[in-house]
């Protein structure tokens, strides 16, 4: 069993930065990929990047590509979402989960943390 817990949302302006942090309780980080996920109001759940287990490949969707950057520390078990140049459009609440490697079926799923894009 793991448990996830995203913090660091909050309101910023157009053009802000924001990191996400998403602090897990599994003993071996290392062993699980970790997924940045986001829904706005009225939209569907959608997938912002992923980073595997050793050696930490990630990816991105497209209109996150170039702005914001995945990374983690397994030591810490520690999994950051560092998002620059931020847009309205960002606006949602952001969660993080796990899974076995990106693009298969995330189990574990934290709670969420929002993040408001307005000036």
């Known amino acids: 069993q793991m448990h996830l817990e995203e913090s660091g949302g909050g309101l910023v302006q157009p053009g802000g930065s924001l990191r996400l942090s998403c602090a897990a309780s599994?003993?071996?980080?290392?062993?699980?990929?970790i997924g940045w996920f986001r829904q706005a109001p009225g939209k569907e759940r959608e997938g912002v990047a992923c980073?595997?287990?050793?050696?930490?490949?990630?990816e991105y969707a497209e209109f996150v590509k170039g702005r914001f950057t995945i990374s983690r520390n397994n030591a810490k078990r520690m999994v950051y979402l560092q998002m620059n140049s931020l847009k309205p459009e960002d606006t949602a609440v952001y969660y993080c989960?796990?899974?076995?490697?990106?693009?298969?079926?995330?189990?574990?799923w934290g709670q969420g943390t929002q993040v408001t894009v307005s000036s």
């Open positions: 980073i595997s287990g050793s050696p930490g490949r990630s």
């Open positions: 599994a003993f071996t980080l290392d062993y699980y990929a």
């Open positions: 989960a796990a899974a076995q490697a990106c693009g298969f079926e995330y189990t574990y």
